[in-house]
């Protein structure tokens, strides 16, 4: 299926990724108009379509991670497939692979023999540590690499154990950083007609968005600790319990503290000289805390909420899953759309964050079934008959 007004149209990719950082990139691209084809092993295909979770036989995982691409079965440990493979390669722009480093080698379709069919593609290896390195060959999944990244040492409550984030953020952030390295090797392609590899390590990506405890260390030698739910140098930033839930109040200028005070009805500690700067309401965080909270757990979040927004306060209910997919700017943005599946039906999908002007992201086909289109791949674009195609694997 194509658009007219898709970014990524005429871009062809063939998708070698499974389970998430890979394939959320390629489902990127799909969603910007790629034509992306998802190359999967015989019968058991990525293995996220085995998810405990799952609406008639198929995975709420997978379906998540996988619309707007074409499922293509394909035995890559056979000659007749690698051959295959390097003609489907020839007329392709970008390859994704999420294997451990070596795997594509010991395949024989490397970066270096796809290049020999194909000089412009771009090829991109996802993986846990990258292809060079003592770690190259380690495989990793997400809580291992937000523990060894040092994420989880600055995650969690002041004093407490490290804690990992509740989505997989290291699969997510590597899936968007390899998603701009594709689309910046494409960029280069249209300017010197030079393809390459794009090489993505899911350390290198939660490493990178550490930048500041990193710096703080670096700078000052000391090493940055969980400070729970409150921001290091703000206050008060934090949520707060109401009646019947909770709520973010934030406060990053001497400005926006006098607003808190103000939509609270706390003109009390506006005056105060404690809390008169920022240094001095960072160091007596705990008693401005104590005296918010004595005033939010008077009033209902909903109060909370029109008071906060009366005095410009940048403030958040703190939703549960439930909420937020009913949420009114949620529901605006059309986030939450109703797609059609083969198999499962009619389901809810999450929509495409790329709102563009020309060329937003859109959702046009869900989630393949397994080996879908492999018939319709192969005759359109090696021209072979379903004839061709079952003898294959005979």
């Known amino acids: 299926m194509t658009n007219e007004k898709a970014a990524l149209q005429g871009i062809r990719v063939l998708d070698l990724t499974q389970f998430l950082a890979g394939p959320l990139c390629t489902m990127i691209l ?31 995982y997978f379906l998540g991670l996988n619309s707007n691409k074409r499922s293509i079965v394909m035995d890559l ?15 392709a722009d970008i390859i994704v692979e999420n294997f451990v480093p070596g795997t594509m080698e010991k395949l024989g379709l490397s970066y270096e023999e796809v290049q020999k069919v194909n000089p412009e593609i771009i090829y991109a290896s996802v993986s846990g540590f990258g292809q060079t390195g003592p770690y190259r060959e380690r495989g990793a999944l997400d809580m291992i690499i937000q523990a060894i990244s040092g994420f989880m040492s600055v995650t969690g409550e002041k004093g407490g154990r490290p804690l990992k984030a509740g989505p997989s953020i290291a699969d997510t952030v590597t899936g968007l950083y390899a998603t701009i390295g594709m689309l910046a090797a494409l960029h280069y392609r249209n300017i010197t007609g030079k393809g390459q590899h794009v090489d993505i390590a899911m350390l290198d990506s939660m490493f990178s968005i550490l930048a500041t405890p990193i710096g703080t260390y670096l700078a000052t030698g000391k090493v940055p600790k969980p400070q729970g739910n409150r921001h290091q140098i703000s206050a008060p930033f934090q949520p707060f319990e109401t009646m019947d839930g909770e709520i973010i109040i934030a406060a990053s200028t001497n400005r926006a503290f006098q607003d808190v005070c103000k939509a609270l009805g706390r003109s009390d500690l506006a005056e105060d000289v404690r809390y008169a700067d920022r240094k001095g309401r960072v160091a007596n965080v705990d008693e401005l805390a104590d005296e918010i909270t004595k005033t939010t757990k008077t009033k209902t979040t909903a109060e909370l909420e029109r008071d906060c927004e009366s ?5 958040a209910v703190v939703n549960s899953i439930d909420k937020i997919v009913r949420n009114p700017q949620i529901v605006a943005r059309n986030m939450l759309l109703d797609v059609e ?8 999908s999450v929509g495409s964050p790329l709102k563009m002007s020309l060329t937003p992201g859109a959702k046009r086909r869900s989630a393949p079934t397994l080996g879908q289109h492999t018939n319709e791949i192969l005759g359109e674009q090696l021209g072979m008959s379903d004839k061709e195609i079952k003898a294959l694997d005979d």
């Open 30 to 60: 799909g969603d910007l108009g790629a034509d992306v084809i998802k190359i999967e092993k015989p019968n058991t295909g990525d293995p996220a379509r085995e998810t405990a979770v799952n609406i008639n036989g198929q995975s709420v």
């Open 341 to 348: 599946h083969p198999a499962a039906g009619r389901i809810k």
């Open 77 to 91: 440990k056979k000659q007749s497939y690698k051959e295959l493979f390097l003609k489907l390669a020839a007329k």
């Open 311 to 315: 005095a410009n306060v940048p403030f």
